[in-house]
Every structure is written in structure tokens, then in C-alpha cells.
């Protein structure tokens, strides 16, 4: 059975709806680790305060440091970067696609390459994902059945059968550090029996992707937990893959539209419930303020196409919040995206000069993209800083009130109930500190 969470007494709250971490009155030790034949997980510092900590995650090609954000790299770069600017960008881990991948270059030429590292010059970790979303983005050209989801293609109209087998047969060809099994994704929006059904066929698919995964010794393979919004659901997923001692656990079906109340609940039970020693991946993250909730809230790695995509649209990101540099106010604004980044971008180009290039030049999304990644990434060793030097609550009231309120935006109400929940209470503007 799943194991249950202490129980622990509250205090009179405000947000008495709110429900507390049961894990807070009950601090673990400092340190906690893990070994699985490809992956060594140490926590080596923890918050005193909420669930957030700091690991070293070893993996094959590389050692990251979590919390972590892994940029998006679809079919084996990130648009517009080199590899080499990935490294000076100082990411530890990518994500590739596996079915973009497995159409593109394709499992045979991966194989004569001895896999994607080679084949893009990429010698620190990769993460792939199983294929599965795509059976939510290209739902229209897909059929899911027991034995796998059949995809048309999108350019061509040639088909696909994507099945567990076939996702760890491409994934052992693309040699990613951590593969995803291949799940029955269904949108968060969706309610009543096919959340279920997905949920079980999930379950089945992993013990069949397990039975398929030819190189345990060289790449990990994460479960991803389901069950849409349904709280029976989730732990129902929780029990079964946890007892099928994965080397870490992705949460799955998120970040597609639901109510960001009912998002941050599922991650909360999900970190609760997962083994304290191994690594949680929330799958589709990206936002900051999701970034510093979702630490808070216990998980370690997060990946999104957000930071790249909207860098294609001139949106950049900032320590205050996003700017869209196409806006013609830009166009006589001669500081960078933001005057402390030592990024390349800002180090060497103004708003001014970005904003001419936005939408009209590649060299533009080129450099938009540098400094976006540059921001999530600072983001990250920001947090991991602040939760090695326990003053992660300190950190992310400073955040939020930088983020919001000095824009003349509230709190929004998700954010302040996710952080109440592990004991971080957001200060009023007037006494908010403005150190970040």
C-alpha cells in the first residue's frame, strides 16, 4: 500500500482551506541518496522551511545540479544555439523528442553514430521524452489503442505506430541519459472515464516499456505519474509505479490549461508521496513563477519550450517580468533586456537593436533566446543558493514581490495558497524586502 504522510497539528491559518505539507513538522535528515545502475541522486541540502532542496543528480554524460531547468531541443538543438553556446549558457541537461527524432534523423542513423550525443556534439546530459504528448498536440492525426497510438504524419500523411516498445526501441537509438515511458496522455481538461482509462493504460504501458528497455545499465527510464486532477487517481498511479523502484519519477499531465489552484494541489500530493532519495521531474514548466512554487513545493527538474518559443516572438524575459521587444516603445530603449545579466545578448546589444530584428532577422530570436535561457538558468542557481544558505522563504518573497507587485500586480491568489501550504506567507508590498 502507499505509504501514508505524517499527520501533523496546524495552527490557526487564514487560508485554513489550504493544506499544509504533512512532511514540515517531520524534517527528514539533512542528507538522503540514492543509486540506481545509471543514476546517483544526493540531496545535500534542504530548506528548513518548505519541501525545497538541493541535489547532485549523476548521471552518465554529466553531474546537474537541482532544481534544474532543461531547455526544449525538439529534433537535436535548441533553435538558434550551438551546443557550444549551450555549455557557456552552463545547462546540464536537454531534452530531445523522440517522436520528431524518430522521424528525424531516425534510429538507423543514430545508430551508426552511437546515439544523440555524438550526432549533435552534446557531451553533457539529455532527457527524452516518450512521444506520448504528442498524442494531446497532434491528437487530430492520431489513434490510441491498447497496443499503442498511431500517428499520421504531419507533412507526409505516412503512419506511425508509436508502442511502448517501439518508444524504448527509439530511445535506446537516441542514448538519452533519462527516457520517459511512453504513457497514455489525455489534456488536463479532460474529465470522467477516459482519465481512468488513461491512468491504467499508463500503469500497463510502463511494466511493457520495463520489459523493453534493453541498456538499464546506461539509461534510466522514468514512470510518469497520472490521473488527471483526480486526487483517488493520482495516488491510485502513485501506489503502482512506485512500486515498480524507478530510478526517478516524472509527474505527468500538467501544465495544459488547468485552473493553476488544481495544479500546484496534484504537485504537492505528488512530492509527498514520491521517495524522498530520488529525483521528481515536473513535466512542461516553465513559467518563473511556477519555477519557484514548484521548488517550494519539492520538485527537482523541470523542462518547457517557453523560455526558446516566445524568444521567436521578441518576448523576453526579465527579473520584473516579460517585455515584448517588437512593442515600438523599445525602439529609443538603448539599455540591454536587463542591466545585471551578463549574458551575451545583454553584454553586447540594446533593446533598441533587438527590437529591429524581432520578427524580421533569425539573428534576432538567436539572440533573445541566448538571454531567455540565460534568465532560467539563473534562476535556478539563484534558488539552489538560496535553499544552501536556508534563506529560500527570504528569496522568494523578494521574487514574487519583485515579479508582481512592483508591476502593479497582486499576488495571485494560487500562489499565495502553494506557498502558505509549506509555511511561506508573502509579505505586504510595504515591508516586502527588495533584495532578489
Same mark, same amino acid.
Request: glycine share 8%; net charge negative; charged share 20%.
Given at each position: 500500500?502507499?505509504?501514508?504522510?505524517?499527520?501533523?497539528?496546524?495552527?490557526?491559518?487564514?487560508?485554513?482551506?489550504?493544506?499544509?505539507?504533512?512532511?514540515?513538522?517531520?524534517?527528514?535528515? =539533512?542528507?538522503?541518496?540514492?543509486?540506481?545502475?545509471?543514476?546517483?541522486?544526493?540531496?545535500?541540502?534542504?530548506?528548513?522551511?518548505?519541501?525545497?532542496?538541493?541535489?547532485? *543528480?549523476?548521471?552518465?554524460?554529466?553531474?546537474?545540479?537541482?532544481?534544474? &531547468?532543461?531547455?526544449?531541443?525538439?529534433?537535436?538543438?535548441?533553435?538558434?544555439?550551438?551546443?557550444?553556446?549551450? @555549455? $557557456?549558457?552552463?545547462?546540464?541537461?536537454?531534452?530531445?523528442?523522440?517522436?520528431?527524432?524518430?522521424? @528525424?534523423?531516425?534510429?538507423?542513423?543514430?545508430?551508426?553514430?552511437?546515439? /544523440?550525443?555524438?550526432?549533435?556534439?552534446?557531451?553533457?546530459?539529455?532527457?527524452?521524452?516518450?512521444?506520448?504528448?504528442?498524442?494531446?498536440?497532434? /491528437?487530430? /492525426?492520431?489513434?490510441?489503442?491498447?497496443?499503442?497510438?498511431?500517428?499520421?504524419?504531419?507533412?507526409?500523411?505516412? *503512419?506511425?505506430?508509436?508502442?511502448?516498445?517501439?518508444?524504448?526501441? /527509439?530511445?535506446?537509438?537516441?542514448?538519452?541519459?533519462?527516457?520517459?515511458?511512453?504513457? $497514455? =496522455?489525455?489534456?488536463?481538461?479532460?474529465?470522467?472515464?477516459?482519465?481512468?482509462?488513461?491512468?491504467?493504460?499508463?500503469?500497463?504501458?510502463?511494466?511493457?516499456?520495463?520489459?523493453?528497455?534493453?541498456?538499464?545499465?546506461?539509461? !534510466?527510464?522514468?514512470?510518469?505519474?497520472?490521473?488527471?486532477?483526480?486526487?483517488?487517481?493520482?495516488?491510485?498511479?502513485?501506489?503502482?509505479?512506485?512500486?515498480? %523502484?524507478?530510478?526517478?519519477?516524472?509527474?505527468?499531465?500538467?501544465?495544459?490549461?488547468?485552473?493553476?489552484?488544481?495544479?500546484?494541489?496534484?504537485?504537492?500530493?505528488?512530492?509527498?508521496?514520491?521517495?524522498?532519495?530520488?529525483?521528481?521531474?515536473?513535466?512542461?514548466?516553465?513559467?518563473?513563477?511556477?519555477?519557484?512554487?514548484?521548488?517550494?513545493?519539492?520538485?527537482?527538474?523541470?523542462?518547457? =519550450?517557453?523560455?526558446?518559443?516566445?524568444?521567436?516572438?521578441?518576448?523576453?524575459?526579465?527579473?520584473?517580468?516579460?517585455?515584448?521587444?517588437?512593442?515600438?516603445?523599445?525602439?529609443?530603449?538603448?539599455?540591454?533586456?536587463?542591466? $545585471?545579466? !551578463?549574458?551575451?545578448?545583454?553584454?553586447?546589444?540594446?533593446?533598441?537593436?533587438?527590437?529591429? *530584428?524581432? %520578427?524580421?532577422?533569425? =539573428?534576432?530570436?538567436?539572440?533573445?533566446?541566448?538571454? %531567455?535561457?540565460?534568465?532560467?538558468?539563473?534562476?535556478?542557481?539563484?534558488?539552489?543558493?538560496?535553499?544552501?544558505?536556508?534563506?529560500?522563504?527570504?528569496?522568494?518573497?523578494?521574487?514574487?514581490?519583485?515579479? &508582481?507587485?512592483?508591476?502593479?500586480?497582486?499576488?495571485?491568489?494560487?500562489?499565495?495558497?502553494?506557498?502558505?501550504?509549506? %509555511?511561506?506567507?508573502?509579505?505586504?508590498?510595504?515591508?516586502?524586502?527588495?533584495?532578489?
Amino acid at each position: 500500500m502507499l505509504a501514508q504522510p505524517v499527520p501533523v497539528q496546524r495552527g490557526e491559518s487564514t487560508q485554513a482551506e489550504v493544506p499544509v505539507s504533512p512532511y514540515r513538522s517531520h524534517p527528514l535528515p =539533512v542528507m538522503a541518496s540514492s543509486e540506481s545502475p545509471a543514476l546517483r541522486f544526493e540531496v545535500i541540502a534542504r530548506c528548513s522551511t518548505t519541501k525545497a532542496r538541493v541535489s547532485k *543528480l549523476h548521471l552518465p554524460h554529466y553531474t546537474a545540479d537541482t532544481p534544474m &531547468f532543461m531547455p526544449v531541443g525538439t529534433q537535436g538543438t535548441i533553435k538558434g544555439l550551438t551546443t557550444d553556446q549551450l @555549455r $557557456d549558457l552552463d545547462c546540464h541537461v536537454i531534452l530531445g523528442n523522440t517522436y520528431h527524432l524518430g522521424n @528525424r534523423p531516425g534510429p538507423e542513423i543514430l545508430d551508426q553514430f552511437g546515439g /544523440l550525443h555524438q550526432f549533435m556534439n552534446w557531451d553533457r546530459g539529455l532527457l527524452t521524452d516518450s512521444g506520448g504528448f504528442q498524442m494531446v498536440s497532434l /491528437l487530430k /492525426l492520431a489513434e490510441i489503442t491498447e497496443e499503442g497510438v498511431q500517428f499520421e504524419h504531419p507533412h507526409d500523411g505516412s *503512419l506511425m505506430m508509436l508502442t511502448p516498445e517501439k518508444s524504448m526501441e /527509439l530511445q535506446n537509438s537516441i542514448g538519452a541519459d533519462i527516457m520517459m515511458q511512453l504513457d $497514455d =496522455v489525455v489534456s488536463s481538461l479532460t474529465t470522467g472515464p477516459r482519465v481512468e482509462e488513461a491512468m491504467h493504460r499508463s500503469i500497463r504501458w510502463l511494466d511493457r516499456c520495463i520489459k523493453a528497455h534493453r541498456k538499464p545499465h546506461q539509461q !534510466n527510464l522514468f514512470p510518469i505519474i497520472q490521473g488527471g486532477l483526480d486526487l483517488t487517481l493520482r495516488k491510485a498511479c502513485l501506489e503502482a509505479m512506485i512500486a515498480r %523502484n524507478a530510478p526517478g519519477y516524472a509527474i505527468g499531465g500538467l501544465s495544459g490549461g488547468e485552473e493553476k489552484d488544481q495544479f500546484w494541489r496534484i504537485v504537492s500530493l505528488c512530492t509527498d508521496y514520491l521517495p524522498e532519495p530520488k529525483p521528481r521531474y515536473c513535466m512542461g514548466v516553465g513559467y518563473a513563477e511556477d519555477l519557484v512554487v514548484c521548488s517550494a513545493l519539492g520538485v527537482d527538474m523541470y523542462d518547457c =519550450v517557453y523560455p526558446t518559443r516566445t524568444a521567436r516572438f521578441g518576448h523576453a524575459l526579465t527579473r520584473s517580468g516579460g517585455i515584448t521587444l517588437k512593442y515600438g516603445r523599445y525602439h529609443t530603449d538603448y539599455s540591454p533586456i536587463e542591466d $545585471d545579466c !551578463n549574458c551575451h545578448t545583454c553584454r553586447n546589444y540594446t533593446r533598441a537593436h533587438l527590437a529591429t *530584428l524581432v %520578427n524580421k532577422e533569425t =539573428v534576432g530570436c538567436h539572440l533573445i533566446s541566448i538571454h %531567455n535561457i540565460a534568465y532560467q538558468m539563473r534562476l535556478m542557481r539563484d534558488i539552489r543558493s538560496s535553499i544552501m544558505e536556508d534563506r529560500f522563504p527570504q528569496f522568494v518573497q523578494s521574487f514574487m514581490k519583485r515579479y &508582481f507587485v512592483d508591476n502593479g500586480t497582486p499576488y495571485p491568489e494560487w500562489v499565495v495558497n502553494a506557498l502558505n501550504s509549506v %509555511n511561506i506567507s508573502l509579505l505586504p508590498p510595504e515591508n516586502a524586502a527588495s533584495q532578489t
